[in-house]
């Protein structure tokens, strides 16, 4: 067990030090901050000295190693345009992107799992093909055109549900959330269901899926013989063996979900990673970009660091195969 954590955690951090090394690359070649940070008329002396404080006069694998070695310890510089740590940036919209991610998630799994049980139990009702019909808007339609659909619904025609902004917020710290004010549940419906829909008809064709797989093993078979009732079947035994692959792909989906949240953000004008992401996108705020694209690939890499050890744990087989000397690709 040991072996095995030590190995993904050793190709844990090779991936991020890929990671920041693309991402460190590519920024360089998206244009000079130091336009966004000066106005025209400033002398040449003048953005020489900003340049050397910013250390971008360093030669490029110093400024990597730089880099990380502050990343390391959640330095991620200066931002270019607010001249603010990054750190502190980030940890002012964090809680808005994770609250939109967990309620997004929470309304995907809950319906998705709902849904995939009933189209799987009643794949010919009437009602089941209509749902299967109907989730294929969830999967074409682009996250954009669904926010925008949903704002012209529910904002402009029915104006129920604010379009944008995150509502009325409670502080714990330096945590923020709108969980507990009623502006801020209703700010929070239009985004998490824009984000949360396609994941949600992507768990439920899952959900269909192994339902349909497992009513037509052998076990199945014998409960029925048993005289088990069809809802100690579906629900005692089915569902159990059903959800066992849709958790480990909700789990890789949350990662998805906080990576993806950036349409959603601006879309909704939602104060969160995404739209901060965004926004510094158009001033060339290279340090913040980096942070993010190193948080967001932080958060995949930890989910599937999870995901492999609960497979190790599970599975047996695997762990015969390590300790034969193979490895689990």
Not at 29 to 53: C, H, S, W, Y
Not at 68 to 88: I, K, M, N
Not at 270 to 292: C, N, R
Not at 295 to 312: E, K, P, R, S, T
Request: with cysteine.
């Amino acid at each position: 067990m040991l072996a095995f954590v030590i190995k993904r955690l050793g190709q844990a951090v090779v991936v991020m030090l890929a990671v920041a090394f693309i991402a460190f690359i590519l920024f360089r070649f998206a244009g000079d901050p130091i336009n966004a940070m000066v106005g025209q008329d400033t002398p040449p002396e003048a953005r020489e000295k900003l340049r050397v404080e910013l250390g971008l006069t360093a030669p490029m694998p110093v400024q990597f190693a730089n880099f990380v070695g502050r990343a390391v310890t959640g330095d991620f510089g200066l931002s270019y345009r607010q001249g603010r740590p990054v750190s502190t940036l980030i940890k002012e919209r964090l809680p808005a992107t994770l609250e939109l991610a967990l309620v997004a998630c929470a309304f995907a799994l809950t319906l998705g799992v709902i849904f995939g049980v009933y189209t799987g139990i009643h794949k010919k009702s009437f009602l089941s093909r209509f749902v299967m019909v109907t989730s294929l808007v969830g999967i074409s339609l682009p996250t954009f055109l669904t926010g925008i659909f949903l704002i012209l619904i529910f904002s402009v025609w029915l104006p129920w549900l604010p379009a944008y902004g995150r509502g009325d917020v409670i502080k714990f710290g330096w945590w923020s959330t709108g969980l507990f004010t009623a502006s801020g549940l209703k700010a929070i419906v239009l985004p998490a269901i824009t984000l949360g829909l396609f994941q949600m008809t992507l768990i439920m064709r899952l959900v269909r899926s192994e339902m349909l797989e497992v009513l037509r093993t052998d076990y199945i078979k014998f409960a029925r013989a048993r005289g088990l009732s069809q809802r100690a079947i579906h629900f005692g035994h089915a569902l159990k063996n059903t959800l066992v692959p849709v958790m480990t792909i909700t789990g890789l989906q949350l990662g998805s979900i906080i990576a993806f949240s950036i349409i959603t953000e601006t879309v909704f004008s939602w104060p969160g990673l995404g739209l901060l992401f965004i926004q510094s996108v158009g001033v060339v705020d290279i340090p913040v970009m980096a942070a993010y694209l190193i948080l967001i690939a932080g958060m995949f890499v930890v989910i599937n660091l999870i995901v492999d050890i609960l497979y190790f744990v599970v599975d047996p087989r695997l762990r015969g195969t390590v300790g034969g000397g193979g490895g689990h690709g």
